[in-house]
């Protein structure tokens, strides 16, 4: 799961990024989604108009208040945070400020053998 401040040039390369990972880790039932923490007007068309150029059909992109969704504790400074969890628990957490860079993104994405584990691994 992801969470963002804005969505600009990196995260778009992030969630391409989360997006191919889902596709080549079926059998692990992988999922992926997005929360902007956003009140910016206009957000919505955008990010309809980044799954349909992007071609993001598995990554589930979402909207909350600035603040982030009640009841998760996102770092006040970080613009990202992505965590991997399995079943409520959570096995890596990164936060980021600023803008992403490739290098943030291969980062965070170096945490995502923690929770690729076979199905029967997780039951």
Do not use: C, H, W
């Not at 969505?7 to 997006?19: N, R």
């Not at 982030?68 to 890596?92: E, I, R, S």
Request: proline fraction near 2%; charge should be positive; hydrophobic fraction near 40%.
């Amino acid at each position: 799961m992801v969470f963002a401040k804005k969505a600009d040039g990196g995260l778009t390369s992030l969630v391409k990024k989360v997006e191919s990972a889902i596709a080549k880790n079926k059998s692990a039932d992988l999922r992926g989604f997005v929360v902007l923490a956003s009140d910016e007007k206009g957000l919505e068309d955008r990010l309809k108009k980044l799954a349909e150029a992007e071609k993001i059909e598995r990554t589930v992109l979402t909207i909350d208040n600035p603040s982030g969704p009640k009841g998760v504790d996102l770092a006040k400074d970080a613009d990202v945070t992505v965590v991997f969890y399995v079943k409520k628990q959570v096995k890596a957490s990164r936060a980021f400020k600023g803008e992403l860079t490739a290098k943030d993104i291969d980062a965070a994405l170096a945490d995502l053998p923690k929770i690729l584990q076979k199905k029967s691994d997780t039951d």
